[in-house]
């Protein structure tokens, strides 16, 4: 105990920076609960706690006026003890690494959770992708990958899509690291195009995962998800497959919100007509069938199914206790402050589907992926929907029996299980030498 002790105190300056972190503060007072339940030994405690790695690099770039830019970019290596790192890379103006560490360890349980043979980590650029042309953003992801090569490998960290990236990111990544090792490695990220070895099913994965996990949801509190009611907060990819897979359920999509606006039909916003606007117009906004409205007083309308599948910090203590849905499906990745959860598991009356279940379902057709890259062998989407659908009604099995069973809410269970699993697995290896 002592020596750990003395570690972490030399490393006080990188603690320091971490705990500064909003988002960061939000992870580990979940931990620090989670712990305390599970009444962790210090020494695990610490060892789930802390990253094994943070890398951070200067990313120069050519921009396309000639100027050279800066970017700062940033690898969270949570932890490898079950197995390759796995995460996504994100591009956004908000990443910094306390940021990008919380994410990283919402990767962990979230791979735990689903018990899948990864570790857990996470990437981000701080840049603004919106405003950078293509050339600007293949030069970012080039180098940013060039930096990584030390660190990454299919047996050793694995990247994958995440805000602000997609698959034509994925694919210079498998480019640049390719090219380097001389022959196609697939394996090194996943959320690739189809044509490089991507999985069938990938880009729906996550918005199918929150839409399935939903209605399973409502369907297991006594109500059917024909005609149900659902506001989706965000409309990228997880937002807008969320939108699209509870239409094929036959909901209802009442309200949808971009980073510009939202937009509203009682009747429900026909799908089919809104994606092909939004293919052509690049927003939800301006679309005819739909009244424009305010994106944040969208989330306390009545509804059954509220999906923020936008950035974190969405839910908060502000608007918690006025929301009016049944299911709380969290397709983002920590869209609940704390003091939101408070007072929703004081209300009740929500049935929150945390984000490491809710939205497992991209990781988790990652790691299917990752299997076919190995196999080199691939599955059609049946299959790969299918599995991934057994995978999380078992998880889902798994959350809600444990959170019955110890009278905790749905996300201190979902998190109770995965760290478990982490702590038994640190255990089992020891510690080396
Ligand atoms: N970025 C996604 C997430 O937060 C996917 C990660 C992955 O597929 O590795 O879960």
Not at 24 to 39: R, S
Not at 83 to 107: F, N, Q
Not at 139 to 150: A, C, H, N, S
Not at 332 to 345: Q, V
Request: hydrophobic fraction near 35%; include cysteine; charged fraction near 25%.
């Amino acid at each position: 105990m002592r020596a750990i002790g003395r570690r972490i105190h030399t490393n006080r300056a990188v603690k320091e920076i971490l705990l500064q972190s909003p988002v960061f503060q939000m992870a580990a007072k979940q931990f620090d609960e989670v712990a305390d339940f599970l009444d962790l030994d210090d020494r695990l405690r610490e060892r789930c706690k802390w990253p094994k790695r943070l890398i951070t690099v200067t990313v120069p770039i050519r921009m396309d006026d000639g100027r050279t830019e800066i970017f700062f970019g940033h690898r969270v290596q949570h932890h490898l003890t079950r197995g390759a790192i796995k995460g996504g890379l994100r591009y956004h103006p908000s990443v910094d690494l306390g940021e990008i560490t919380a994410l990283a360890l919402w990767m962990t349980w979230k791979c735990a959770l689903l018990n899948l043979p990864f570790g857990g980590g996470k990437g981000g650029i701080n840049c603004d992708p919106r405003t950078m042309s293509q050339g600007e953003l293949e030069r970012l992801t080039r180098r940013f990958t060039m930096e990584m090569i030390p660190f990454i490998g299919p047996e050793v960290d694995v990247m994958a899509p995440d805000m602000g990236t997609n698959e034509q990111t994925m694919a210079w990544m498998t480019d640049t690291y390719s090219t380097h090792s001389g022959h196609l490695v697939p394996s090194i990220v996943t959320g690739k195009p189809l044509n490089l070895q991507g999985s069938c099913g990938r880009t729906r994965a996550t918005g199918h995962g929150v839409a399935f996990t939903a209605s399973n949801s409502l369907h297991k509190r006594g109500y059917k998800v024909q005609g149900a009611k659902a506001i989706v907060q965000g409309f990228g990819n997880v937002g807008s497959h969320t939108a699209y897979t509870l239409d094929s359920y036959d909901a209802l999509v009442i309200g949808v919100s971009d980073v510009g606006g939202a937009i509203w039909n009682d009747k429900g916003l026909p799908m089919d007509k809104l994606r092909k606007h939004v293919q052509k117009h690049g927003t939800i906004l301006g679309f005819k069938e739909s009244e424009p409205v305010d994106p944040q007083e969208i989330l306390t309308r009545e509804c059954d199914i509220l999906a923020p599948c936008a950035i974190d910090r969405t839910i908060t203590g502000e608007n918690a206790p006025h929301l009016k849905c049944k299911v709380l499906a969290e397709g983002a990745n920590g869209p609940t402050t704390p003091e939101a959860d408070r007072i929703i598991n004081e209300r009740g009356d929500i049935f929150v589907i945390p984000d490491i279940l809710c939205n497992a379902g991209g990781v988790t057709v990652s790691y299917f992926e990752w299997v076919q890259n190995l196999q080199h062998y691939s599955w059609t989407e049946r299959e790969v929907l299918g599995k991934m659908e057994a995978m999380l009604q078992s998880a889902q099995a798994r959350v809600t029996g444990f959170a019955k069973k110890n009278k905790l809410p749905q996300r201190s269970a979902a998190q109770a299980i995965a760290i478990e699993t982490v702590a038994e697995a640190k255990s089992s290896r020891g510690l080396f030498p």
